[in-house]
Every structure is written in C-alpha cells, then in structure tokens.
C-alpha cells in the first residue's frame, strides 16, 4: 500500500503544472439592476488584459449574469437582457485593452446560474465572469 501511495506523489510531482493562463479567472460584481462598470471593475478588466496578454493561444470567455432578484422584480427575459448588457460592457472593455474581439466568446446565462439561492449572495451573483478557454487564440 505504501508503494501506491509513493507512486501517486511521484506522478503528481511529475505532472505538468497548470499555467496562469488555464487558471485565470475573474468575477465583476455590478450593482443591482445595472450593466454600468464601477471605476473598480474597469481597473480589474483592464489588468487581466494585461496580465494575460501572453496566453495569445488562448481565447477569452466572458459569461454575464443577473440575480434571481432582478428575475423575479421584472421578468427572466430583463434578467437575460442585463446580463447579456454587463457581458457586452465587459467585452468592450477587453476589446479596448487590447484583446481582439475575434479572441472573445461571450455567453449570457441570466439568472440561470446564481453562485447561491440566498439573498445574501444576490452581490456576488450580479456578475460578469472572465476566463481564459482554449480557442482560436489572439
């Protein structure tokens, strides 16, 4: 048992580490019913781009969301219709820091996928996600 114990921690410790760019990962919160950017957020879409700007065989995928909140007050088609404007606000911003829109893929789910079902998530939820995915690369 000891020896397939050793052989598993000296299979991972050969294992190709991960790169920056399969973990990037950035979360944008907005406010509620808003697809306007805060200065915070425009800062933080502009570093990614920066910071990722060597994972040219990679591409970018923005997803925009919108809480169970923003559903319910006015209808899941308003709650698709803010998230696909956050996702469009967020893509401009890459755009401008220099990532080719033909490198962005941008998906909105709505209100279809709260991180959690609890009012005191309804924050987190009113967000814009952005990672770097396998594609045609920039």
């Not at 190709?16 to 979360?27: D, G, I």
């Not at 502009?46 to 997803?63: I, L, M, N, P």
């Not at 559903?71 to 709650?79: I, L, Q, R, T, V």
Request: aromatic share 6%; glycine share 8%; hydrophobic share 45%.
């Amino acid at each position: 048992m000891k020896t397939h114990i050793l052989a598993a921690m000296v299979a991972m410790a050969c294992a190709a580490p991960a790169t920056a760019q399969q973990n990037a990962r950035l979360s944008v919160v907005f406010e509620a019913d808003s697809d306007a950017l805060t200065s915070q957020g425009r800062a933080q879409i502009a570093a990614f781009a920066r910071d990722h700007k060597t994972a040219q065989d990679d591409s970018v995928r923005v997803e925009g969301h919108a809480t169970l909140a923003e559903s319910y007050e006015n209808s899941s088609g308003y709650a698709v219709g803010l998230a696909q404007r956050r996702a469009g606000n967020v893509r401009s911003v890459l755009v401008e820091e220099g990532v080719p829109p033909g490198a962005i893929a941008t998906a909105t789910f709505g209100a279809s996928r709260p991180l959690q079902n609890v009012p005191a998530a309804s924050a987190r939820n009113r967000r814009v996600e952005i990672f770097m995915a396998a594609g045609p690369g920039w």
